[in-house]
């Protein structure tokens, strides 16, 4: 396919590797992490164009639903999401095409892929058996998405069952989302701390800053879990649930490929 983009945003990799997968089975696909496309005047000549991304309490990622309100597109690209999620897409789907049906774009396609859940406020890491099983049918998935997209097809809207997801968007989406930019105050780091400040280079927002080596949350938090997940001593917790639980990252993907999205 010809001229074709990947706009991905990732704090523990599912999504970047559903991205580099799904580019490598399309070929001659660019990938532009949405935390620095954000920023930028974004090139408008694409054919097609996909989004990237994990679902955060059913729905979509805060950073995710304000590069969609600003993005500018071309209005006859085929436009799709593909969302990664532990669980449940709630509404993530049809939440993108609300917003770029507001601005005169169609999402034509919403595809949804399984994959290791990174909440680890609420449970640890599933066993290392059970996530080789699901980067396998990824895999698998990623060859028919990619044929779904080489023939752009339309009216696809992967959020089934329809009314679970529509509840679970509906009565946590708002009130979770709304509270996620102050969530940082309950970040905290232990003792265990050795001050290698890894967690604020893979912040994909830049809201920690260092004091005296340790981490400080700042007021723009994504609660994406990035610093989290990928402290090398797991000193960083959220509130206390976290303490003891097993973290998550995508086995191929490295800090540094986080770092470097923005
Ligand atoms: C704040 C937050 C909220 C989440 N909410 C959901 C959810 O509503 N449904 C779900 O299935 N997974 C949920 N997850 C799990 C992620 O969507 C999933 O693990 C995703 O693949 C992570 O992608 P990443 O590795 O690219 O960051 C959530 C994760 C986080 C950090």
Known sequence: MNSLVLYYFSATGNSLVVA???????????????????????????????????????????????????????????????????GAPGLAHTQARNILTGRGLELAAGFSLLMPGNYTPLYGAIAQEK????????????????????????????????????????????????????SGRNFWATDACIKCGLCAKVCPVENIVLADGRPKWLTHCQHCMACLQWCPVEAIQYKKSTIGRKRYHHPAVAAQDIIAQK
């Open 131 to 182: 996530q080789d099983e699901m980067f396998r049918k990824e895999k698998e998935r990623i060859g028919i998405i990619a044929e779904n997209i080489r023939d752009k097809k339309r009216g696809i809207m992967e959020e089934k069952p329809f009314l679970l997801n529509f509840l679970l968007h509906k009565l946590l989406y708002k009130g979770g989302i709304s509270q996620v930019p102050l």
């Open 20 to 86: 580099k997968d799904l580019a490598s089975a399309l070929g001659a696909a660019q990938l532009i992490p949405i935390a620095k496309a954000i920023h930028d005047n974004n090139d408008q000549s694409y054919e097609a164009v996909g989004i990237v991304y994990p679902v955060y309490m059913f729905g979509l990622p805060l950073i995710v639903a304000q590069f969609l309100k600003k993005i500018r597109l071309n209005p006859q690209a085929y436009i799709f999401s593909v969302a990664t999620l532990g």
